[in-house]
């Protein structure tokens, strides 16, 4: 039975597309292609810029991409001692390092805006005095929560003896987006809104790593350290990238049917 049918819609199939054939040449033929050359033209901005949005979206999960890769292949790398000389900040990226020393809670400070289990909080930046030197290294201890009232803040345990931390090294970025100008001045402030090395060094009178220790979940001196992958949300930027291409190619597709026209 099952066969018959099957024949039958075999057979009958070619009728169909003749008569989609005849249809879209009958309503084809009462029109002409007269496209509008500024709607042409409109249409071309709009794909150009879509395009590009869309490779935007599409380099950034490329460098997510690239930095979790950079990650998984140096994380399983032997550990790195930070010391008195200065570091080489490309080549100890993404890697694992060691340090001992004292922290400088004097020049301590809170990154705001820092959000944790979709709670409101501060990462703790901590100066560590290395041992036996006078180099310091920033220690990311970690995410704490916010007081109710955001113009107080909380108050940070930390030790006051020799440590000896490991984590991993980030290398901060330099371009910045702020929800307000940071104060100017060289008054200390104890919340900034970017980890911004530059900006340290130039409070400071002894020098500084130029990498940022990310302190390991394990280490002591810390606090909630769930720390995301450097591809976290990869998918997310690749179907932005698709949705601003498929945009591109409905404004191309759009100008083409608006420009048949009844002759």
Same mark, same amino acid.
Not at 68 to 89: I, W
Not at 178 to 207: C, H, I, K
């Given at each position: 039975?099952?066969?018959?049918?099957?024949?039958?819609?075999?057979?009958?199939?070619?009728?169909?597309?003749?008569?989609?054939?005849?249809? =879209?040449? *009958?309503?084809?033929?009462?029109? !002409?292609? $007269? %496209?509008? /050359?500024?709607? &042409?033209?409109?249409?071309?901005?709009?794909?150009?810029?879509?395009?590009?949005?869309?490779?935007?979206?599409?380099?950034?999960?490329?460098?997510?991409?690239?930095?979790?890769?950079?990650?998984?292949?140096?994380?399983?790398?032997?550990?790195?001692?930070?010391?008195? =000389?200065? *570091?080489?900040?490309?080549?100890? !990226?993404? $890697? %694992?390092? /060691?340090?001992? &020393?004292?922290?400088?809670?004097?020049?301590?400070?809170?990154?705001?805006?820092?959000?944790?289990?979709?709670?409101?909080?501060?990462?703790?930046?901590?100066?560590?005095?290395?041992?036996?030197?006078?180099?310091r290294v920033l220690?990311?201890?970690?995410?704490?929560? =916010?007081?109710?009232?955001?113009?107080?803040?909380?108050?940070?345990?930390?030790?006051?003896?020799?440590?000896?931390?490991?984590?991993?090294?980030?290398?901060?970025?330099n371009r910045f987006?702020?929800?307000?100008?940071?104060?100017?001045?060289?008054?200390?402030?104890?919340?900034?809104?970017?980890?911004?090395?530059?900006?340290?060094?130039?409070?400071?009178?002894?020098?500084?790593?130029?990498?940022?220790?990310?302190?390991?979940?394990?280490?002591?001196?810390?606090?909630?350290?769930?720390?995301?992958?450097?591809?976290?949300?990869?998918?997310?930027?690749?179907?932005?990238?698709?949705?601003?291409?498929?945009?591109?190619?409905?404004?191309?597709?759009?100008?083409?049917a608006l420009g048949?026209?009844?002759?």
């Amino acid at each position: 039975m099952s066969t018959t049918a099957n024949l039958n819609s075999t057979a009958h199939s070619p009728n169909v597309v003749r008569r989609l054939c005849a249809r =879209a040449g *009958v309503l084809t033929s009462q029109r !002409r292609f $007269r %496209p509008s /050359v500024w709607g &042409g033209a409109l249409a071309l901005v709009i794909a150009a810029g879509c395009i590009q949005l869309g490779n935007w979206q599409h380099a950034k999960a490329e460098r997510k991409q690239a930095a979790q890769s950079l990650l998984d292949q140096r994380g399983v790398e032997a550990p790195v001692s930070l010391g008195a =000389a200065r *570091v080489d900040a490309e080549s100890l !990226r993404s $890697r %694992p390092v /060691v340090v001992r &020393g004292r922290f400088d809670t004097g020049h301590q400070f809170l990154l705001d805006n820092r959000v944790h289990r979709e709670q409101a909080g501060y990462h703790v930046i901590t100066p560590l005095h290395i041992d036996g030197s006078d180099m310091r290294v920033l220690v990311n201890r970690g995410w704490i929560p =916010a007081l109710a009232s955001h113009s107080e803040q909380p108050r940070v345990y930390t030790p006051s003896g020799i440590v000896e931390l490991h984590g991993v090294a980030i290398v901060p970025g330099n371009r910045f987006f702020t929800l307000g100008s940071e104060p100017a001045g060289s008054t200390w402030q104890g919340v900034w809104q970017n980890l911004d090395l530059a900006r340290f060094a130039s409070l400071v009178t002894w020098p500084v790593q130029p990498v940022v220790l990310q302190l390991a979940p394990e280490a002591p001196a810390g606090f909630a350290r769930e720390w995301p992958r450097p591809d976290d949300r990869l998918e997310r930027h690749l179907s932005y990238a698709y949705q601003w291409y498929g945009f591109a190619a409905s404004a191309v597709l759009i100008w083409f049917a608006l420009g048949w026209r009844r002759a």
